[in-house]
């Protein structure tokens, strides 16, 4: 099992940065990809990044050049680094958590509870 636990969301204007944090525990062997996700009012959970062990990232189209994802594998960390916030990026925020850095796109094994991110315009 993983247990995941995310920081760092809030409220902000839009333009603005927030950084989302995320700190597994537990079974490490399963931590090979680390990833986020996020879920808006009334819509479906998408895929925003994902990291693997060697630092390879992948990230959504709607990101692209103002999300950076991160991890500190020492610490069992993965983090969410936000830039240029628009309201459309409203949306509570998962991290998650698989074996496999395809799979973690679509089906990851393991969620966190989510942090609320609000961007004002």
């Known amino acids: 099992q993983v247990q995941l636990v995310e920081s760092g969301g809030g409220l902000v204007q839009a333009g603005g940065s927030l950084r989302l944090s995320c700190a597994a525990s537990g079974r490490t062997a399963s931590m090979y990809a680390m990833g986020w996700f996020r879920q808006a009012p009334g819509k479906e959970r998408e895929f925003v990044a994902a990291?693997?062990?060697?630092?390879?990232?992948v990230y959504a189209d709607s990101v692209k050049g103002r999300f950076t994802i991160s991890r500190d594998k020492g610490k069992n960390m993965v983090y969410l680094q936000m830039s240029s916030l628009k309201p459309e990026d409203t949306a509570v925020y998962f991290c998650?958590?698989?074996?496999?850095?395809?799979?973690?796109?679509?089906?990851?094994?393991?969620w966190g509870q989510g942090t609320q991110v609000t961007a004002s315009s």
């Open positions: 990291i693997n062990l060697s630092g390879s990232t």
């Open positions: 998650a958590v698989d074996e496999n850095y395809v799979q973690i796109r679509d089906r990851p094994k393991y």
